[in-house]
């Protein structure tokens, strides 16, 4: 049986595609975007998230642990991640829910049925499913296992990607996915690796291949002030994408700062503090830029 | 269109006007009802007394107004209807004072009230009849929290007007009168009699309010002669003119239409103060063949249509809901007095209801953005999605209105209660979700049902743990109950008993207005009291319904779930433990968590709670629906709560959802506040697992965070989730899109947020001008958050 790592399903997403859609979020992505406003997508492996601001000091946690790794401080509950395996047995006794497992195993079957629930929604809106994540083409079997489970049901499909992955896995999703949600991040090439860990060869390749072949695409950019709002960036991306073989709208992203607390609760580093958000007259500047090289600009989205 | 000058004025004036009690109205009736008289029959002497008032009344006419009349002498300026219920010194103290909802009361008011008012009426109103003709058992329950009652300081009402007075001079009706006066039948008919004083009243009434007009017209035409300004004396003069042709005749102009209907609504909430004032209905259809006529010939433009309907708007504002006291201001604590103005929905033939005029109507309302009236979109599938979308623009602004309602589900609601397609079809919703044939249906309101508080009770073998009374059957032990269904039971004996009580009260009530405050004016409006000879309060309406709301479903069915699940099924938690922490008020807070974070619970989509709920549901319906009441219609059941859910928290001790004693319950029949975490769908799957056709009105709140509406696609997520939910067969929906960090900090600042407007329950209101617990209660409702 075909299982898969997920962290999340969220339902009455609008902004993944056309229509009222059920978004399925993969866990674990091949990128380490320093702006990443879901962190905790990022490793395949479960993760414990703490919130603090629910704790109500009631030391379960701490009776509980086999590892001992929770421990009394100045009356409040700390947790020595390295000592931590992630068990669980925590989170069983956090009535207050201040600790959560982070991801969850999956079969096929068992999404569906989430999926299915808001088939109404999908039909009135002429909406459906997304597949999005951290990065679903890592986990491709299970993804595969989705695609064609929601086609057999009837149901619009998109795959929301980053884009690094292996030309074969894409020709595989490809026959199963009516759309795609094809991220951009920095057309520089040491720039892209710096701020997102990876190089963005295969990633522009793919783009180029999949518009070659006619596949539906919708580019989006998340726009980060300081990282990818510059000249150089914008000019480059519009060259790019005037020169797709297949024209794509592009969506443009405006950054939220929205994930620190994810950041702090998952014990991670948060790399970009003090980053606001684009004003929207900024947005609308670069929009307008984006048109007048010719591309087709949605804002948000 | 921008507000012209003459309408920003006029709206400024509303809006600024503090809202005041005036004793015109109680003197004008004291002095009436003071005159000595022979022996009149109780139609009679109402209509009399209404033809009193209407020629006695201040009349007002306000600078640079277009549609004309007030209840009181000036805007705001609120009656008293102490017939009915006769204040205090100690009510207007409370009333003047205190913090929400306040009428100033002047000191010569209070004079008035001390030398002539409370003298003649005390010990003599309905109130205090009403009061002492219920049983021991009716008014533990009523103290205990258990039930409210709406017709003890209101009268019924809870009705709208359909097309008749678009066709119709008041004169016209005086001649049906006359026709029913000829055909009846000394002979064979024993309630001939009856019949001719209830249609002498209806006689009296609309030739009263034909006189209302005439002064109007008086008084246009001498501001007029006064008036140095040409183009304002020509305003008078036409003010002059359509107050002596309506209502007396058929409206012939989009203006005359509603000035008639103006007329008309003063005329019922004068006679008495009806509940849910009253309405126009479906105006937009109303009008638009006058206005296709005018538009046609020349006599109208769109602009000129508009500034009257918003001239027309303010009216509604200018009329705050009668002064309420006591639990009827627990209940429904807003000014805000319910007339609720439909757009869309069906014409009689089944087709779209939709026209130039529904644009024109929506345009108003988010131009007035004014708490009254209030306002709903009547959703069909014959409907195109232009008209949602429209309307989900307005709902976006973030000021409640419109309400969406399901317009095919009504017709299914109405019919289903036996109402024929074509009353159903022109019928809608009114007051906060209510569903009625308008025009021919008296459907009356009796008052709200506690259902978690009768939980309480059967947890505790019938006794009330906030008095220590025995309020109902012994239903035995908890702890002694081998099963989950043993409880239910408890709970449905504990239901049956209380019902009963409640139904008999209001049967006894029925009868009380029936006898002793007809109300001739408003029978003559609704059919067939005229064809009939009988009264609107006596079963005179073609259709008579009674309602009893329950309150409650979602936090009763998040009880019923703790219990079931910790108690019976996982038994993590003893019937013993769990009673101690409800007893303790959750001194343990782990046990308080365990309830709240670790029960299934309503409006996540999750099968294991929403079953209770469809169980919860059946059983009230069973208990309430096809009860006979005394104008020949049955009881039927609704769920909606305005703001009762406050008061009946607080009359409800910790319950096992963990929710503490005294904070509000679930609201409608939305999630307990903050309990639905998997987003709006799930809440409408979870809701629509009730059967809302066998209600006539539900009522489901929704927040929504600004940025979730702010593009084209978060809009057409709203007009698929409601065609979605209305597929479903959903009965009403209706949005906050306010976040809650803007709340709270209205919370903090009053003064910065006066003009912050939220949805309550059926109805928007200021949101500085709720209750601090409902404030509360609102911020914690569940923010549907774009990600």
Not at chain 2, 89 to 110: G, N, P
Not at chain 2, 314 to 327: L, T
Not at chain 2, 359 to 368: A, K
Request: overall charge negative; some cysteine.
């Amino acid at each position: 049986m075909t299982t898969g790592m997920l962290f999340d399903i969220r339902r009455y997403a609008i902004h993944d595609g056309p229509g009222i859609r059920t978004t399925v979020f993969f866990k674990g992505c091949p990128l380490r975007c320093a702006w990443c406003h879901n962190p905790e997508s990022q490793s395949p492996a479960l993760e414990l998230m703490l919130r603090p601001n629910r704790c109500i000091s009631c030391g379960a946690c701490a009776q509980v642990c086999p590892e001992l790794a929770v421990q009394p401080v100045d009356g409040r509950y700390v947790t020595d991640r390295a000592a931590c395996t992630v068990c669980g047995v925590c989170v069983e006794a956090c009535y207050a829910d201040a600790r959560q497992i982070v991801g969850r195993e999956y079969t096929v079957e068992e999404v569906m049925a989430v999926i299915e629930r808001d088939r109404d929604f999908y039909l009135h809106s002429n909406g459906g499913v997304t597949f999005s994540g951290g990065e679903p083409l890592m986990q491709p079997d299970f993804l595969l296992g989705l695609l064609r489970a929601c086609k057999t049901a009837g149901l619009h499909t998109a795959l929301d990607t980053c884009g690094y992955a292996a030309w074969e896995t894409f020709e595989r999703a490809l026959p199963y996915t009516d759309l795609l949600l094809y991220d951009l991040k920095l057309m520089d090439q040491a720039g892209h690796r710096q701020i997102t860990g990876v190089p963005n060869r295969r990633i522009l390749d793919n783009l180029h291949r999949l518009s070659a072949l006619g596949a539906t695409i919708w580019l989006r950019l998340p726009l980060i002030p300081g990282i990818n709002d510059d000249a150089e960036n914008l000019r480059a991306t519009a060259a790019f994408v005037a020169a797709l073989p297949n024209p794509a709208p592009l969506y443009l992203l405006p950054y939220h700062n929205s994930a620190e607390a994810k950041y702090a609760g998952l014990g991670l580093p948060f790399q970009l503090p003090g980053i606001q958000t684009p004003t929207d007259a900024h947005m609308h500047a670069i929009a307008e830029y984006f048109t007048r090289a010719g591309l087709n600009v949605v804002l948000g989205g | 269109m921008p507000m012209t000058e003459r309408v920003a004025r006029l709206r400024r004036q509303s809006l600024d006007a503090r809202p005041t009690l005036s004793a015109e109205r109680a003197e004008l009736m004291t002095d009436f009802y003071a005159q000595p008289h022979g022996l009149r029959s109780a139609p009679v002497e109402r209509a009399l007394s209404f033809e009193y008032l209407m020629a006695h009344k201040t009349i007002y006419i306000s600078a640079g107004e277009l549609i004309v009349g007030e209840k009181g002498p000036a805007p705001k300026a609120t009656p008293t209807y102490p017939e009915l219920c006769c204040h205090t010194l100690e009510d207007l103290d409370i009333l003047d004072t205190r913090a929400k909802t306040s009428f100033a009361v002047s000191a010569q008011v209070k004079q008035i009230y001390a030398d002539k008012i409370i003298p003649f009426w005390r010990g003599k109103s309905m109130r205090e009849r009403l009061f002492a003709e219920m049983t021991p058992e009716w008014i533990a329950a009523y103290e205990a929290g258990l039930f409210t009652e709406f017709m003890e300081q209101r009268a019924p009402g809870h009705t709208v007007l359909d097309d008749k007075i678009y066709r119709l001079g008041l004169l016209d009706f005086q001649t049906a009168i006359d026709e029913s006066l000829a055909k009846l039948d000394f002979l064979n008919d024993p309630h001939a009699f009856a019949r001719q004083e209830e249609l002498r009243g209806m006689r009296i009434a609309a030739g009263a309010l034909i006189t209302f007009a005439e002064r109007h017209a008086a008084l246009a035409r001498e501001l007029a002669a006064a008036e140095p300004d040409p183009l304002r004396r020509a305003e008078l003069e036409q003010i002059a003119e359509t107050c002596s042709w309506v209502p007396a005749h058929a409206p012939r102009t989009f203006r005359e239409a509603l000035q008639y209907y103006w007329f008309v609504h003063l005329g019922v909430t004068s006679e008495l103060n009806t509940w849910d004032a009253f309405c126009p209905g479906h105006l937009d259809q109303h009008l638009a063949p006058f206005y296709r006529r005018e538009l046609a010939n020349g006599t109208l433009t769109r602009e000129t249509a508009e500034e009257l309907l918003q001239c027309f708007w303010i009216k509604f504002n200018n009329q705050p809901a009668p002064p309420k006291v006591g639990v009827t201001a627990e209940e429904s604590g807003t000014y805000t007095d319910f007339a609720q103005i439909n757009t869309g929905g069906l014409l009689a033939d089944g087709s779209d209801g939709v026209s130039e005029v529904t644009y024109l109507i929506l345009d108003v309302i988010e131009e007035m953005r004014l708490l009254q009236p209030s306002s709903s979109i009547q959703v069909s599938a014959q409907n195109p999605d232009e008209f949602i979308h429209r309307a989900a623009k307005i709902i976006r602004t973030g000021f409640g209105q419109p309400s969406v309602f399901n317009s095919d589900l009504i017709v299914a609601e109405l019919t289903r209660q036996g109402k024929s397609l074509v009353d159903a079809r022109c019928g809608g919703s009114s007051g906060c979700v209510e569903v009625g044939a308008f025009g021919k249906e008296a459907y009356i309101l009796t008052g709200y049902f506690n259902l978690p508080k009768l939980f309480e009770l059967a947890l505790n073998d019938g006794r009330d743990p906030r008095t220590g009374a025995q309020l109902g059957p012994r239903t035995g032990d908890p702890r002694s109950f081998a099963s989950f269904d043993e409880l239910f039971s408890a709970f449905e004996r504990q239901l049956l008993h209380f019902i009963d009580i409640k139904v008999r009260g209001s049967n006894v009530i029925e009868r009380l207005y029936a006898a002793f405050l007809p109300c001739p004016f408003l029978s003559l409006l609704i059919d067939d009291c005229i064809a009939r000879g009988k009264d609107y309060h006596d079963g005179g309406a073609r259709y008579n319904t009674s309602y009893i709301q329950g309150v409650g479903v979602g936090s009763l069915t998040d009880m019923l779930s703790a219990v079931k699940y910790h108690v019976y099924e996982e038994r993590d938690l003893s019937m013993d433990a769990l009673l101690s922490a409800l007893a303790g008020n959750f001194a343990d807070e782990r046990t308080r968590l365990l309830l709240a974070n670790r029960t299934p619970r309503f409006g996540n989509d999750d099968e294991r709670a929403d079953a209770l709920t469809v169980r919860i549901f059946e059983a009230y319906f069973n208990a309430v629906d096809g009860r006979r009441n005394t104008r020949g219609g049955e009881y039927h059941i609704n769920l909606l709560p305005t703001t009762v859910h406050v008061y009946f928290g607080a009359v409800t001790g910790a319950t096992p959802d963990g929710r503490c004693a005294g904070l509000p319950l679930s609201e409608g029949v939305s999630p307990v506040q903050g309990a639905d975490r998997c987003g709006p769908t799930a809440v409408l799957r979870s809701v629509a697992k009730m059967d809302h056709g066998r209600t006539g009105g539900t009522l489901l709140n929704q927040k929504f965070t600004p940025q979730l509406l702010a593009d084209e696609a978060g809009l057409n997520g709203l007009v698929q989730l409601i065609r979605a939910y209305f597929a479903m067969r959903g009965h009403h929906i209706q949005f906050n899109v306010v976040d809650a960090e803007t709340l709270r900090a209205a919370r903090r600042d009053p003064q910065s947020h006066r003009d912050l407007i939220v949805r309550v329950a059926g109805y928007s209101d200021y949101f500085c001008d709720l209750s601090e617990t409902l404030q509360d209660e609102i911020i914690a409702r569940t923010e549907h958050e774009t990600f």
